[in-house]
């Protein structure tokens, strides 16, 4: 990511109106978690391309990640009267979105009209979901969570055979006499355990497999230092 970051500076610096590079810049500030840095470079993007649905959209989603929920929902909406089939602003206006019937009926007519294509039919179910749960229509909006997490499950490379024979290797490795050996090995030091980390990266299992040892206890995440 810092690569791809110095690449694309280096040739904003020759070619400041490169749509590539400040479509490149601006997913790596965003990976980065630099929302704010990115979006001139969205902004910028925009004034090429306004009528491009997914600078519209990627635009939206940062001005929607600082809170801009009025802009960001007018852009998702301009993204989805230009690319009908789009799934993408679909999910992310869902949960902002001042108009849910209207969506509702785009999501029908995604449903219909993206048939082979799972990548767009799981954003329009999550989307689905979204609205009719804080609808309270409760029976639907987990038919469109199953139905969206098949659709999901379509576009991953898994297979639950590799990940067997992964446990397998572990156990045979982290046997009893293994165990055993390691008796008292390990750090004595009272000291407090600081686990940190990008969101969805594991830290929540790191946290409760040491917090699983008798002599730790786990305090969740806890806001003292944000």
Same mark, same amino acid.
């Given at each position: ?46 004034k090429l391309q306004p009528n491009d649905p997914i600078t ?37 206006? !869902? ?16 449903? !219909?009209?993206? !048939? ?20 309270g229509n409760y029976g639907n909006a987990f038919r469109h ?33 293994f165990i055993k050996s390691h008796t008292g090995v390990g ?40």
């Amino acid at each position: 990511n810092h690569e791809l970051i110095e690449k694309s500076c280096e040739y904003l610096k020759k070619k400041p109106r490169d749509k590539l590079s400040l479509s490149y810049y601006a997913a790596a500030m965003r990976a980065e978690g630099n929302v704010e840095r990115a979006i001139p470079y969205l902004e910028k993007l925009y004034k090429l391309q306004p009528n491009d649905p997914i600078t519209i959209n990627a635009l939206g989603s940062a001005l929607k990640d600082l809170g801009h929920f009025k802009r960001a929902d007018k852009l998702f909406d301009k993204a989805l009267i230009l690319a009908p089939r789009y799934g993408k602003p679909l999910w992310n206006r !869902s949960d902002i979105t001042q108009d849910p019937s209207k969506d509702l009926q785009r999501i029908d007519f995604q449903l !219909s009209n993206n !048939s082979n294509k799972p990548n767009e039919k799981y954003h329009a179910h999550f989307a689905g979901y979204r609205i009719q749960e804080s609808r309270g229509n409760y029976g639907n909006a987990f038919r469109h969570l199953e139905e969206g997490n098949l659709n999901k499950r379509e576009t991953l490379k898994y297979n639950i055979l590799e990940d067997q024979e992964i446990e397998r290797s572990l156990t045979n490795i982290l046997n009893s006499d293994f165990i055993k050996s390691h008796t008292g090995v390990g750090n004595n030091s009272a000291a407090p355990i600081f686990i940190v980390g990008f969101p969805r990266s594991g830290t929540t299992l790191v946290e409760q497999i040491i917090s699983s040892h008798s002599e730790v206890k786990g305090l969740g995440e806890i806001p003292f230092f944000v």
